[in-house]
């Protein structure tokens, strides 16, 4: 037919939101939209570092991609994308091949490993339905091999290699987990350590340094050793090494240390840092007026000229703006300038703590948290109103 196709890579944050809003604006037969994404559900990135640590189920992180978009409107294909071939505005799946007229790229982020040794194969990430379940079990496998073996001290020490927002809010979730599986694997809590180890020389880099310094404070009451100040500079498969050549001798890594662009966009041959694109003004890739780059793929910067970091907040605003200008595009319309509105920053410390900053206002402990739970319900909400929220919410 003649009619526009649009293909959407990835149904995470951003892809979700560029399919609702394209399902919304789109008129019958306007155009053919089909989403592509490697499983038929949609999970909650943001809330991976529970289930990590198994202090929430995966039944709360995930919903099926049906529930959310009109397939009726909406091809929804699943299938693992292979590569992106511009030259011929064609998308190479591992089980076929789908040509565009537009390309939205919402693919997520990778573990950047800068090259440190031993990581790759040693130390597990936080990253997707997959990767989560794999660290709960790894987990709960060291205790139970630890009964069987009590020399293997080792085997109840965990090193969190990095202390961002992502690895502070899993050293939380650990720490509150690990008093019930004490309890279950008969285990003296005197004997675990979680060290989170930090390159930078403070822990949650760039982030308000009193809400910094109270966090430290509720991990460290929880059990948590900080290793500030000291880059890994090896993972070995009996556990780290750091640059002072000091070693740490776990079981258990989960690395936390940074996240990078996808390798199929640095593979489809477009500029990137780090794996991610310099997008325009209004989402394009360079000298690609019919590919949108969006979410943890996508590089924009504020007016002070730092760039802002990939986080889902952003690449669900880009979304909405993004479905925008393609049927803007469409339709001969102006497309429209995106410009990021920040709502803030909540970060999870566990069990009813907390910190935030919105606007100028700093939050920290019970009042935080249920920020982060009202950012985690709108979120349900926007995508799948209050059906999704009753489902999935947590209100406790
Ligand atoms: P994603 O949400 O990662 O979605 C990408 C999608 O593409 C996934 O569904 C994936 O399965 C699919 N996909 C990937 N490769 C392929 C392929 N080859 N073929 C088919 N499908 C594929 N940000 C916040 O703003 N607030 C928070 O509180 C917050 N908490 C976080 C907590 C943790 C533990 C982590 C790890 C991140 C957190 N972030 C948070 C960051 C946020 O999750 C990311 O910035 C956001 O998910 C990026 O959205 P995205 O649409 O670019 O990609
Ligand atoms: P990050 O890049 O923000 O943090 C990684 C940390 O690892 C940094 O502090 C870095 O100094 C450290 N590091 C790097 N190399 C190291 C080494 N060799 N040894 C020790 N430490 C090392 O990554 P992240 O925490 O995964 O966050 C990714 C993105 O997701 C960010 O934009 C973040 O804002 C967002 N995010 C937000 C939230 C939230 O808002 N609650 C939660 C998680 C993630």
């Known amino acids: 037919s003649s009619i526009p196709k649009i293909v959407v890579l990835g149904a995470g944050y951003g892809g979700i939101l560029t399919a609702q809003k394209l399902q919304k604006e789109l008129n019958y037969n306007e155009a053919d939209v089909t989403l592509v994404n490697r499983h038929d559900y949609h999970y909650f990135t943001t809330h991976l570092h529970m289930p990590a640590a198994g202090t929430d189920s995966i039944d709360h992180t995930r919903v099926q991609i049906s529930k959310l978009i009109d397939e009726f409107k909406i091809d929804l294909v699943k299938s693992n994308v292979q590569e992106i071939r511009l030259y011929d505005k064609k998308v190479i799946l591992e089980d076929g091949t789908l040509s565009y007229d537009y390309l939205i790229i919402a693919l997520g982020g990778e573990p950047e ?5 031993g990581l790759a194969e040693h130390a597990m990430t936080i990253r997707s339905i997959n990767s989560v379940r794999l660290i709960r079990q790894h987990i709960e496998y060291q205790f139970a091999r ?31 987990r ?3 599986l004490c309890k279950e694997y008969d285990v003296d809590p005197a004997l675990v350590h979680i060290y989170n180890v930090e390159a930078a020389p403070t822990a949650l880099p760039g982030f308000d340094p009193e809400l910094v310094e109270y966090a430290m404070d509720v991990l460290k009451k929880k059990g948590v050793t900080f290793k500030i100040g000291t880059a890994i500079k090896e993972c070995t498969p009996k556990g780290v090494i750091l640059a002072t050549d000091e070693e740490i001798k776990s079981a258990t890594v989960i690395w936390t240390g940074g996240i990078r662009g996808n390798r199929l966009v640095d593979a489809a041959g477009f500029e990137t840092m780090r794996g991610r694109v310099k997008i325009d003004e209004y989402l ?26 990939p986080t889902a907040q952003i690449a669900m605003q880009q979304g909405v703006i993004c479905a925008h200008n393609v049927v803007a595009s469409i339709r001969n319309q102006q497309p429209k300038k995106f410009v990021f509105s920040n709502k803030g920053t909540v970060a999870s410390l566990g069990k009813g703590e ?6 100028t206002k700093k939050f920290k402990g019970w009042t935080a948290a249920q920020l982060k739970k009202l950012v985690d319900m709108r979120y349900l909400f926007i995508i799948g109103g209050i059906p999704l929220v009753l489902r999935k919410g947590r209100f406790f």
């Open 178 to 180: 690990i008093p019930g």
């Open 284 to 309: 394009r890739a360079p000298g690609h007026e019919n590919v949108f780059i969006i979410g943890d793929n996508s590089l924009m910067f504020n007016e002070e000229g730092r760039p802002y970091p």
């Open 146 to 176: 630890y009964k069987m073996d009590e020399n293997r001290k080792d085997r109840l020490n965990f090193v969190i290699g990095g202390a961002g927002f992502s690895g502070i809010e899993f050293v939380a979730e650990l720490a509150d």
């Open 354 to 359: 907390a910190i935030a900053t919105v606007g």
């Open 113 to 117: 490993s800068f090259g440190i040794p």
